[in-house]
């Protein structure tokens, strides 16, 4: 705080100066901290500049146990994530440090003794000012123009911000590239460092000291080809190859909305990290982990090896068809973990002379072999590079170079050497493979392992049933988070029926009109709920909008809602996966047998009303987002372990509404929680949800249910005429004890705002936010309601009650 004051006397003592000039210091709203300074004034230890908006701070620093002291720019949030430092070698001793500008225009570090310890080097300005702005860039330019003269973005340290790049600069022959720190408490230059490769197809390489040790796979017009998870993720925060006469270079950018992010080349390892600040829990999440497993070692199989990471029991490696182990390794574990001598084919080629009978084979969803050495054709047909590849003798494998274009891609990669460091990946590419003619005699091979055990011998059946039992179990194990971060992942189907059985009848525990729910049971034990929405009952628009609805609803997140941990989107089936609730919904407790009913007394009740309409409210607008729930209702409300409100649903019922003058229209949402006004045709809108509220609330308190002809509402405003409002509390709770007067009055209150929010008309009815707060503080004034919704608002139509059937069911309604 002092540092900041000193700062603020300074740039007050300048104010008659700064008057002059057309741009004025800009501060930083929240810390009210400059986030620039200009020749004369400095920065010395314990000040910081603040990036407008907050979000970066510039300032001195030591790294874990360290005392030396280092300027640093960090995150805002986490003052342990310095993603850029100045003197990375040349730390200063002490807190004697100075930033400043020199007589020649350089922006410098000073030590105590005035000497230079870090220089952005001589830069043609005579008015210069250093500025952090609000990307995390710290820029030198001279007065306000618009031409960086330095950046920081130009020399990173160990992390990829948002408009930052990696690789070359074809005009200067410079190199932007990532360089690990030493070690926690030590931001020199490491081991590793991580680069755009540019010969053959570009693609990101992790070194250390100069050897290849991870490979992110070459860029497939979307992303680096090994790294399929991008796509998870890749609308918040686009990659971004550039290809021109002045740079090949890759970055990524942020959508405005999206959390800070930062990637990281660990000291540890030389892992790769992609972390985003998640706001909403308040730490980062990490969103990419690499290299992954043991696979993602370079080369791991050695040439024409295939590796596996499902596959751990024969430690990883297999050979490409055709292929053999170099040297049959030896049963001991040991030499099989080691065996990277690589693969030798079977069966020579036949080709001279323009002349072949070799044939290619397709080896599917792999990470591509290093391109270091390929022929890359980006303007050719698959097609085209095939025969290309078989004229060519000396070419023993191709592949598509993008695959924007189609299915099977476009362009062409040409392998004349080695291939080296393929892989198995969820969603890879393929690579046709040069064998020869005999290779494709019609005999079905098992694929060749690394263990040269006798072929019949008992250890080997069971170490097949045991592969594919690990197999089978690592493939789910870890697909569905706990936790998921902004993006949800979309699991494949054969995983979701490994889980539910084949959604056999005994693990079915709930059904609508929309969607059966299962329980699921993943491999660690957890419980999930598997919603498989009826293919019948979805319109195409919703089945066309799956994805997308599926991306609103990861973004909500708020503890009155269920939360949703993944979705399959595999040919027709369309999927949500809930965290599983215990003590299934509402409904159940408060229409169900008298021990149900007790078991929610009148606190947890009320707290239950709190926790739905909170939930609701951030579904109206809490998230920045505006979601209509269109289907509030007791089934639709589960509880937790410590009965705590979950809402569930949100959001699908869209997937199933469909135009209102359509002929076969159909109404989401269930009778007597229905809007007057939307049963008679009119639009939905977040007060239509208001009404639901209102509805839920006052069965919630009378353990009676409206209905389609609001039998609990004309009720409910009889007794608030006659001034008799407590005896629609719930008879068969116990009777409330003269001592709990005060709860008493809250429920009345509680049945006042009920009344409010089931007003005919939308404009009676107040917002749920408003709603939120009259629940909550026993002070505010509620206004008197007027007589709610008559029967003439009910649903008058062959309504077909569906049968409500605990966990995520829906009702409908059908009015054609
Ligand atoms: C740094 O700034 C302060 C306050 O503006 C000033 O008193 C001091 O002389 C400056 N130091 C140098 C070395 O420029
Ligand atoms: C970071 O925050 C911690 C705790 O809030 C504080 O002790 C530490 O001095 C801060 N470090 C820097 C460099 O501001
Ligand atoms: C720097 O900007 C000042 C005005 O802000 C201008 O007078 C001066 O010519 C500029 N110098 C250079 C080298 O561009
Ligand atoms: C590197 O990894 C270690 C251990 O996983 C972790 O504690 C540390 O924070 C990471 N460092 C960076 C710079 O991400
Ligand atoms: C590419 O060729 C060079 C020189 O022959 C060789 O050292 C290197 O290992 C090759 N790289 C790959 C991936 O095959």
């Known amino acids: 705080m002092v540092a900041t004051s000193q700062l603020l006397v300074r740039l007050l003592l300048l104010l008659p100066l700064i008057c002059f000039l057309p741009l004025s210091i800009q501060t930083s709203a929240a810390a009210g901290v400059a986030d620039k300074f200009e020749r004369g004034l400095n920065l010395t230890d314990g000040q910081t500049l603040v990036s407008a908006g907050g979000s970066y701070t510039l300032g001195f620093f030591s790294p874990g146990a360290s005392t030396k002291r280092y300027l640093g720019i960090w995150f805002s949030v986490s003052n342990d994530t310095v993603y850029w430092v100045a003197n990375r070698d040349q730390p200063l001793p002490d807190k004697s440090g100075m930033l400043v500008f020199d007589d020649v225009n350089s922006l410098v570090l000073l030590d105590g003794a005035r000497r230079t310890v870090w220089s952005s080097n001589v830069m043609a300005a005579s008015a210069p000012v250093v500025q952090l702005l609000q990307s995390g860039n710290l820029v030198v330019r001279n007065g306000s123009s618009d031409t960086f003269l330095w950046q920081s973005f130009d020399h990173p340290t160990d992390t990829l911000l948002p408009g930052m790049k990696l690789g070359k600069n074809l005009w200067t022959g410079g190199e932007w590239k990532l360089t690990a720190w030493r070690s926690a408490d030590d931001p020199s230059p490491g081991d590793y460092s991580r680069t755009l490769e540019t010969a053959g197809l570009p693609e990101l390489v992790v070194w250390k000291r100069g050897v290849k040790t991870y490979r992110t796979g070459p860029w497939n017009g979307r992303y680096f080809n090994g790294v399929p998870e991008v796509s998870w993720y890749a609308d918040k925060y686009p990659l971004r190859v550039t290809t021109s006469p002045s740079e090949k ?17 660990n000291y ?130 191709y592949a598509a170079a993008d695959v924007r274009g189609g299915s099977d891609g476009t362009g062409c990669v040409i392998w004349k050497d080695a291939i080296l460091d393929l892989r198995f990946v969820d969603g890879g590419s393929n690579v046709y493979l040069r064998l020869s003619k005999s290779e494709f005699d019609d005999h079905k091979r098992f694929p060749t392992l690394l263990v040269a055990t006798p072929v019949a011998s008992i250890f080997t059946i069971l170490l097949v049933v045991f592969a594919i039992w690990w197999r089978r179990k690592s493939r789910v194990v870890g697909v569905i988070p706990h936790n998921p971060a902004m993006a949800v992942p979309s699991v494949s189907l054969a995983i979701i029926k490994e889980v539910t059985r084949n959604f056999s009848d005994g693990n079915k525990i709930g059904q609508g009109g929309f969607s059966v729910v299962y329980k699921g049971q993943l491999p660690e034990g957890r419980l999930i709920a598997v919603k498989r929405l009826k293919q019948s009952a979805l319109t195409t628009k919703g089945k066309k909008d799956f994805v997308r609805e599926v991306e609103v609803m990861a973004g909500l997140r708020h503890g009155s809602l269920v939360r949703l941990l993944a979705y399959c989107n595999e040919g027709k089936e369309r999927i949500l996966i809930y965290e599983y609730m215990r003590n299934r919904s509402l409904n159940a407790y408060i229409f169900g047998a008298t021990n149900l ?53 949100f959001g699908t019922a869209k997937l199933f509404a469909v135009d209102q003058a359509a002929p076969d229209q159909t109404i989401v949402i269930s009778p007597g929680y229905a809007a007057p006004e939307y049963v008679r045709g009119g639009d939905m809108t977040l007060k239509c949800d208001v009404y639901s509220f209102g509805v839920i609330l006052l069965e919630t308190l009378s353990g009676e249910r409206n209905g389609a002809l609001q039998r609990l509402l004309a009720h409910a405003w009889e007794l608030w005429e006659q001034n008799k409002i407590v005896e629609l509390l719930d008879t068969t709770m116990v009777p409330l004890p003269e001592s709990e007067q005060e709860l008493l009055c809250e429920l009345q209150r509680c049945i006042q705002i009920g009344l409010l929010c089931v007003q005919e008309m939308p404009g009676d009815r107040p917002a749920m936010s408003v709603v939120v707060s009259m629940l909550t503080s026993t002070t505010s004034k509620i206004d008197w309601p007027k007589r709610p919704t008559n029967s003439d608002g009910a649903v008058s139509s062959n309504s077909s009650h569906g049968v409500v059937t605990g966990l995520l069911s829906h009702t409908t309604t059908d009015l054609t």
Request: proline content about 6%.
């Open 268 to 397: 540890t390892a030389g892992g790769v990290e992609r972390l985003v600040w998640d706001t909403g829990v308040g730490e980062w999440v990490s969103y990419f982990k690499g290299p992954r497993d043991p696979c993602d070692a370079y080369a791991k199989c050695g040439p024409f090896g295939l590796c596996d990471g499902e596959a751990a029991s024969s430690g990883f490696c297999g050979c490409v068809d055709g292929f053999s182990p170099v040297v049959p390794a030896s049963p001991s574990t040991q030499e099989v973990k080691d065996s990277s001598g690589g693969c030798r084919r079977k069966a020579a080629l036949d080709c001279a002379g323009g002349k072949s009978t070799d044939g290619f084979k397709v080896v599917p969803g792999v990470k591509l072999p290093d391109t270091q050495n390929a022929t890359v054709d980006m303007v050719i047909e698959l097609e085209d590079c095939r025969e290309r590849c078989f004229a060519d003798c000396s070419c023993l494998a």
């Open 597 to 649: 009913r007790a078991s929610l007394n009148w606190a947890r009740r009320l707290e239950l009303l709190h926790g739905i309409a909170h939930g609701v409210a951030y579904l109206h607008g809490g998230s920045g987002e505006s979601v209509i729930h269109r289907d509030l209702k007791p089934g639709n409300i589960l509880l937790d372990d410590e009965w705590k409100p979950k809402i569930a649903d």
């Open 249 to 265: 270079t890759y970055g990524y950018t942020a959508a405005p909305d999206a959390f800070l992010t930062r990637v990281v080349l």
